[in-house]
DNA sequence: TCTGGGGTCCTAGGACCC
DNA sequence: TCTGGGGTCCTAGGACCC
């Protein structure tokens, strides 16, 4: 069997490029995407000339402020990222019909057996990098190995706007003289702790015998080892390009801007958040099992509790009467909180669930999710705020909904 | 420096069942 | 009296990625 051909394409600084696509004049600044200087808040990505200061993503936005003060902040626009992460897709999609995107900028091609359609590697890849560059105004690096890995490693050291291969068989050589944290997976923790046993190259790593990195870092360890060769060897890595498509959570959280101990405010936040991820459910036709407040306090201290449904749910109030459940029973009364956070989990289609519910219970089921459809569609037109639950808790309506009031679902609640 | 929001995967312990 | 073993589900926390 001929080795797989895997491109990984990974878009140059993303957000701030969109960003530069909307107002020209950011173009070779420092950009920071991510809030304003004075914000609670991280970067989410920064230019090349703000790089150049110190900035990376994942930095307290008032450091990067104090690093590079003549930098530029800007508010992230999610909407800009998904409608050009729909136009990435659709220009990979052209070159080959397995896709897989691994996050609103990146994305795994399997090339394999596409030499008769777009000839040698090298010459695929000039050519989407051309299209990608002619469609969307962006600019990406490609890269290109036999494993995921290699492909996305390559992809790394391509950049900015170029093209890698790594052709099969040299990948252990390529691989020796890197860092050990260029293998996705290793992280800060991993990093020390190979230091500590003298580890710094991916080189040091491939000297070390196996039974030694599994004995001491268990299943990690035997992946670590297969990785330093460039093999996907385990993992969400070892799989086909295309497989990873369903979810297996959806979830949103909320920073306050200034901590509150209100337990109205706190309850109507996790109205809110329940309420957003029931309607993504519904989109993507899943229902949940699993249902988890995350709570962080005013010390950054922060727990997580869940619970299992007997019978799966997509719809607003289970999920927030959920949620509050949790909440009040490990929330202690009176302290400041500084984040909450509602996922869904244990998530399967709806075909098999929707029939075991019919079986349970009738009509009232479908009432709820006709109810609940309506208000989806409300909140597309007026905004999120419009429509919400009102279950015993302050609701903001707004005037124009009530045009349509049997669209609330508040109103005439049926319990099921 | 004072720490976002959306995810994935792994580990470890306890419950529960056979 | 003291004491199995394996499998699966559930929960909590943490490392890691973009």
């Known amino acids: 069997m001929p080795p797989r051909l895997i491109f990984h394409v990974d878009m140059d600084a993303f ?24 914000e609670r808040g991280v970067v989410s990505a920064a230019s090349y000339a703000a790089r150049k200061f110190g900035v990376h993503s994942a930095m307290p936005l008032r450091t990067a ?52 359609l777009h000839g040698p590697p090298l010459r695929a890849a000039h050519a989407l990098h051309i299209k990608m560059k002619s469609a969307t105004q962006l600019n990406c690096s490609i890269g290109i190995g036999a494993s995921r890995l290699m492909a996305k490693v390559s992809s790394a050291q391509a950049k900015p706007n170029g093209v890698l291969w790594v052709l099969p068989g040299q990948e252990a050589r390529f691989l020796a003289p890197l860092d050990v944290a260029v293998i996705p997976g290793v992280g800060k923790v991993m990093e020390r702790n190979l230091l500590a046993l003298g580890i710094k190259k991916i080189g040091d790593l491939a000297r070390l015998p196996d ?16 990785k330093a060769q460039g093999q996907d060897a385990g993992g969400w890595f070892d799989t086909e390009v295309g497989e990873n498509t369903v979810p297996k959570s959806i979830s949103h959280e909320h920073t306050y801007n200034d901590d509150t101990a209100s337990p109205d405010q706190l309850e109507s936040t996790l109205m809110r958040l329940s309420e957003m991820v029931a309607r993504r459910l519904r989109e993507a036709s899943l229902q949940a099992r699993t249902i988890q407040l995350k709570l962080r306090y ?55 669930a929707s029939a075991q519910l019919d079986l349970l219970d009738g009509g009232k089921q479908q009432r709820w ?35 349509n009031p049997a669209a609330l679902p508040g109103k005439n609640k049926p319990t099921p």
């Not at 429509?387 to 005037?399: D, H, I, P, Q, Y």
Request: hydrophobic share 35%; net charge neutral.
């Open 15 to 38: 957000f701030v490029s969109v960003e530069e696509l909307f107002d020209p004049a950011l173009k070779g600044r420092p950009v920071v995407v991510g809030g304003q200087r004075h």
């Open 211 to 226: 039974s030694e990195l599994e004995e001491r870092f268990g299943k990690w360890g035997l992946a670590l080892a297969g």
């Open 298 to 352: 005013q010390d950054f201290t922060t727990i997580t509790r869940a619970h299992t449904l007997p019978s799966p749910s997509q719809l607003d109030n289970e999920i927030f009467e959920q949620v509050r459940t949790l909440f009040r029973k490990h929330w202690k009364r009176g302290a400041a909180v500084r984040l909450l956070g509602v996922q869904a989990s244990s998530l399967n289609g709806q075909a098999g």
């Open 369 to 403: 999710q006709q109810a609940l459809s309506a208000a989806d569609r409300l909140r597309d037109k007026y905004g999120e705020s419009s429509v919400s639950l009102a279950s015993g808790m302050k609701a903001t309506f707004r005037e124009r909904t009530h045009e």
């Open 65 to 116: 402020a104090k690093l590079c003060p003549q930098a530029v902040f800007v508010d992230g626009h999610p909407d800009r990222y998904r409608d050009y992460s729909y136009r990435i897709h659709a220009v990979l999609n052209s070159f080959s019909p397995q896709v897989e995107m691994a996050s609103i900028d990146e994305a795994y091609l399997d090339m394999s057996g596409t030499e008769r």
